[in-house]
């Protein structure tokens, strides 16, 4: 059984909404933050947002004003609201969940979910 499970994506015109999820199994503790990376042919990886367990949200500049990521109550699920969306949004968003060791923290990601915006 997966320990990060994305679901949502798909393709969607330029200017509309899409809405993506994501559950880290509840075996998982120490979570220390939450996010979503994207990375399009070609590129490398990027954070697009992340929360923290303050619930405090950081976006990539590209995004502001446009995605808005949140926590649901049983801290285990984030969401991603995308809206007005623009071809460059287009690439495989993966869900990253960060855990705090005594030592470091290590990374936890999904299998990736394809997004893609149509000009």
């Known amino acids: 059984q997966a320990n990060v499970v994305e679901t949502g994506g798909g393709l969607v015109q330029a200017g509309g909404s899409l809405n993506l999820s994501c559950t880290a199994a509840k075996l998982m503790f120490s979570i220390e933050s939450m996010g979503w990376y994207r990375q399009a042919p070609g590129n490398q990886r990027e954070l697009v947002a992340s929360?923290?367990?303050?619930?405090?949200?950081t976006y990539v500049d590209s995004v502001k004003g446009r995605f808005t990521i949140s926590r649901g109550s049983d801290r285990y699920t984030i969401a991603l609201q995308m809206n007005n969306l623009k071809p460059e949004d287009s690439g495989v968003y993966f869900c990253?969940?960060?855990?705090?060791?005594?030592?470091?923290?290590?990374?936890?990601w999904g299998q990736g979910t394809q997004v893609t915006v149509s000009s």
């Open positions: 990253n969940v960060k855990r705090r060791t005594i030592t470091n923290v290590i990374d936890h």
């Open positions: 929360i923290n367990n303050n619930d405090r949200a």
